[in-house]
């Protein structure tokens, strides 16, 4: 495809290598393929039956806007090295997780339905269910950026799952998150706002984007904050 407006509804999936809209009017239900280009969602977009794949050879870019809703099911589904992912509305992770090789950023919410349900770790004995954390993997292009833009902007991502920064793949090095910072903003810097994190062995970068206000000894910002 070069260009599909969807206003309606698509049953029975998408495969895409050109650009998508989805209207806040419109929905895709089925297997869903975007191998090129972009996609941005305001409506709804559920994979079942079947997965959400996305390209891991070329670099893709994906808006998922504060009115959008992203349902899938299937396999674990990864954004791969050289792609963007902004977030600035609903992510749920129906039956596994989302991995970042990416670049992720914004306000919006990546949930499991059923919570901490099977995501269990050392010294967090969950009951079963799915694992449908968030994990940002290692590489050299891979970050994660709370905020509406991807610098120069502070906000609040929330993970309502297990939330993991490099996770147990370190084979490529260490996972990073932007933290930024502005001392005269209500919210003085970033966060990411989540049920529990573990396996948290990725970089840490703090920035501050006010210079007028620089950092000072005795400063303390909080970048992960558990619900």
Request: proline share 5%; net charge negative; hydrophobic share 35%.
């Amino acid at each position: 495809n070069t260009f599909v407006n969807v206003i309606g509804t698509i049953n029975g999936g998408l495969t895409s290598t050109g650009a998508v809209n989805v209207a806040s009017s419109g929905s895709i239900a089925g297997p869903v393929t975007v191998d090129r280009g972009w996609l941005n969602n305001d409506g709804t977009v559920s994979s079942s039956p079947g997965s959400i794949t996305l390209s891991q050879l070329n670099p893709l870019m994906l808006t998922n806007s504060s009115s959008g809703t992203i349902n899938q099911w299937g396999n674990q589904w990864t954004l791969g090295t050289n792609s963007v992912l902004c977030n600035m509305g609903t992510i749920n992770n129906g039956q596994n997780r989302l991995n970042v090789a990416g670049f992720m950023y914004g306000t919006g919410t990546v949930a499991d339905p059923d919570g901490t349900a099977g995501e269990s770790t050392v010294g967090q004995p969950f009951p079963a269910g799915v694992d449908g954390r968030l994990e940002v993997r290692p590489g050299p292009g891979t970050m994660l950026s709370p905020g509406a833009a991807p610098y120069g902007s502070i906000g609040t991502m929330t993970v309502n799952t297990r939330f993991d920064l490099t996770g147990v793949d370190n084979a490529n090095g260490l996972a990073t998150m932007l933290i930024e910072v502005d001392k005269s903003n209500p919210q003085t810097n970033d966060q990411v706002l989540t049920y529990f994190f573990s396996n948290m062995a990725g970089k840490l970068i703090v920035s501050n984007i006010n210079l007028s206000m620089p950092f000072a000894a005795g400063d303390a910002f909080q970048g992960i904050k558990s619900s």
